[in-house]
């Protein structure tokens, strides 16, 4: 966990964010199809330490979309490591969450702040912030079809 077991005491303790912890299983309806690449991350970014890149440029993908937790550590790392690596970048607003900030001598921060925050510099600097239903809607446009988290 390098430095982060610093930061957060569960990951110190091999409380959270460990194989067999709470919370860190796929869950079934985003189960990988066979075939799929599963990346397992070991930072907050997709593309430290695994072969994210390697995988998508094999591909020949040049837009990467981001979903997930957190907005502000992993999702909105990935972004940015995903822009600096020159792909498009979309993040997903309604398809990314976070959590309450406890005060930690700053003041506390409402998950809804921090989720806001991160979307607004994201989208002054990284990437295409938008909804689910919109990014939907921009694919069919072009005649691609999708599955999205189900909806077709």
Same mark, same amino acid.
């Given at each position: 966990?390098?430095?982060?077991?610093?930061? %957060?005491?569960?990951?110190?303790? $091999?409380?959270?964010?460990?194989? #067999? /912890?709470?919370?860190?299983? +796929?869950?079934? *309806?985003?189960?990988?199809?066979?075939?799929? %690449?599963?990346?397992?991350?070991? $930072?907050?970014?997709?593309?430290? #330490? /695994?072969?994210?890149?390697? +995988?998508?440029? *094999?591909?020949?993908?040049?837009?990467?979309?981001?979903?997930?937790?957190?907005?502000?550590?992993?999702?909105?790392?990935?972004?940015?490591?995903?822009?600096?690596?020159?792909?498009?970048?979309?993040?997903?607003?309604?398809?990314?969450?976070?959590?309450?900030?406890?005060?930690?001598?700053?003041?506390?921060?409402?998950?809804?702040?921090?989720?806001?925050?991160?979307?607004?510099?994201?989208?002054?600097?990284?990437?295409?912030?938008?909804?689910?239903?919109?990014?939907?809607?921009?694919?069919?446009?072009?005649?691609?079809?999708?599955?999205?988290?189900?909806?077709?």
């Amino acid at each position: 966990m390098g430095l982060f077991d610093d930061l %957060h005491p569960p990951t110190a303790n $091999r409380d959270a964010l460990m194989d #067999g /912890t709470p919370g860190v299983d +796929i869950y079934p *309806e985003l189960a990988p199809a066979a075939g799929e %690449h599963v990346i397992k991350k070991h $930072r907050y970014s997709g593309f430290f #330490g /695994t072969d994210l890149d390697i +995988i998508l440029r *094999e591909w020949g993908v040049d837009t990467v979309i981001v979903s997930g937790t957190t907005t502000e550590n992993c999702c909105h790392a990935t972004a940015r490591e995903a822009m600096f690596r020159n792909y498009r970048v979309v993040f997903l607003s309604d398809a990314t969450a976070t959590y309450d900030y406890s005060d930690r001598g700053l003041g506390a921060m409402a998950a809804a702040d921090v989720h806001h925050a991160t979307l607004v510099v994201l989208a002054a600097s990284t990437a295409h912030v938008m909804s689910v239903k919109d990014m939907r809607t921009r694919i069919l446009r072009r005649g691609v079809t999708v599955e999205l988290a189900g909806i077709r």
